[in-house]
């Protein structure tokens, strides 16, 4: 079945916030970040298949959401690592507490049985 | 505008860039044909995108399926080209209004003052505006297109305690143009005093009127301090101190110490005698006083983004555990 528009727009804000979620513990790189969302998400990482990373953080970054640094890499080039900018940390605790308000609302409306 | 302009020629994928591996390297020749800038430029984006598929597909069974899932997942050639253009001609339009404007509002001010120049205020506003657009498209063209990030070095750092440290400083160009500039600004700074009081021996600044030569002693004050700065700037950086290296002396700072990091003011950052953008360090002294040292980062200085990162981990961290605030308790 084709994807509705609205459903696209719930899954780039779930994806902008399980992003910023995964650089709470601390700067990492493009494909660090990809293994801690996959470890995180389990059996539901299929939801990944629907983004691609470069565009995803680039537009964060442009957005303010997240910066960027390099490092020395392993092969001998720099590798770029990405961090949660001030901003950054604001906006994925806004998105935690819409969720959750979501969240619970769900619960108690259409998850719950009516009476 | 037609971006191939924008790309420097280079027949092939830089050889340090190829993998060996023909599906890699082709996806990197594709995206490569849809990035402009130069070499330089081009190479962050291409080793960002290499790093992922190839760490992807790594310690995969089977290699060729994980490379195909690797591309997909990463993003297309064309998109990537497509968000890296927008982002250079973002950066190319950013310095050319933060520095056009500003260069020309002194040229026009240098002119009201006496510099020789077209007469009627039609006549300054067309060379305002030409002025506006030669300084800040040949700065913006200069850092979106052509400047690339300097590698980060691996250069340990001992001096404060040796360790997983690094260190910061200006790259041997730069430096090399900072003595130029010396040259260049010092000798005209020396012929505007002499002006001053009719003793130009070119006899340039002579015929100057004292308000223009004035003006332009004030500017060179920060053409002359920038680069010195620049010359005197190094940092070492450990993963628990600071020791930066300035023009006004050395500086160490310990990792709690720092409580705020924050970009000055646009008008104090051009007022300032240094160039680039600039952070202000706030840092705690032993009396618990909230002190202040600000420092150049332009992108052409090489471990500059670690430094900001690390200084930007370090005010986090101690604020996250009630060290350092950036107001004391009893401030109110």
Redesign the interface.
């Given at each position: 079945m084709a994807k509705q528009p609205a459903d696209e727009q719930i899954l780039k804000g779930l994806l902008d916030a399980l992003v910023l979620d995964a650089l709470r513990a601390?700067?990492n790189?493009?494909?660090g970040i990809?293994e801690q969302l996959h470890r995180r998400l389990g059996p539901d990482a299929d939801i990944?298949?629907e983004a691609?990373?470069?565009?995803l953080l680039?537009?964060l970054e442009?957005n303010g959401l997240l910066?960027?640094?390099?490092?020395?890499?392993e092969?001998g080039?720099?590798?770029?690592?990405y961090?949660l900018t001030?901003e950054g940390r604001e906006f994925l605790q806004r998105r935690i507490r819409e969720w959750a308000r979501v969240s619970a609302l769900l619960q108690r409306t259409l998850l719950t049985p009516a009476p | 505008m037609n971006d191939s302009v924008l790309k420097s020629a280079s027949p092939s994928l830089p050889a340090d860039i190829r993998t060996g591996d023909p599906a890699i390297d082709r996806y990197l020749s594709q995206i490569d044909a849809h990035l402009i800038g130069t070499r330089g430029i081009r190479r962050a984006t291409l080793l960002e995108a290499r790093d992922f598929i190839v760490d992807a597909s790594t310690d995969a069974a089977d290699r060729d399926a994980a490379i195909l899932a690797a591309t997909r997942e990463f993003g297309s050639p064309a998109d990537i080209g497509s968000i890296q253009r927008r982002e250079r001609h973002g950066m190319l339009l950013k310095i050319a209004l933060a520095t056009g404007p500003a260069f020309a509002l002194l040229m026009l001010l240098a002119q009201v003052l006496g510099l020789p120049g077209p007469g009627g205020w039609g006549a300054r506003a067309l060379v305002f505006v030409l002025n506006m657009l030669f300084f800040g498209l040949a700065m913006g063209v200069s850092f979106a297109y052509a400047i690339g990030t300097p590698a980060p070095s691996k250069t340990p750092s001992t001096a404060i305690g040796g360790g997983d440290g690094f260190t910061v400083a200006y790259r041997t160009s730069s430096r090399t143009l900072c003595w130029i500039l010396i040259a260049v600004f010092g000798t005209m700074q020396l012929l505007l005093l002499l002006g001053l009081f009719g003793a130009d021996p070119t006899g340039i600044f002579n015929a100057w009127m004292w308000p223009l030569i004035t003006l332009m002693l004030f500017v060179n004050i920060k053409n002359l301090g920038a680069p010195l700065h620049a010359l005197r700037f190094s940092a070492e950086v450990t993963p628990g101190a600071l020791r930066i290296h300035r023009l006004t002396g050395p500086l160490l700072l310990q990792r709690q110490q720092i409580a705020t990091i924050t970009r000055p003011s646009y008008p104090r950052q051009v007022f300032s005698t240094q160039y680039g953008q600039q952070r202000r360090i706030g840092w705690r002294d032993e009396d618990g006083s909230l002190r202040h040292a600000t420092v150049s980062l332009p992108p052409d200085i090489i471990n500059g983004d670690r430094l900001l990162a690390w200084l930007e981990a370090a005010a986090d961290d101690n604020a996250a555990q009630g060290l350092n605030p950036a107001r004391p308790p009893h401030a109110g």
């Open positions: 601390g700067p790189y493009g494909f990809r990944l298949k691609t990373l470069y565009p680039h537009r442009r910066a960027s640094h390099h490092e020395p890499g092969r080039s720099p590798r770029k690592y961090r001030p | -």
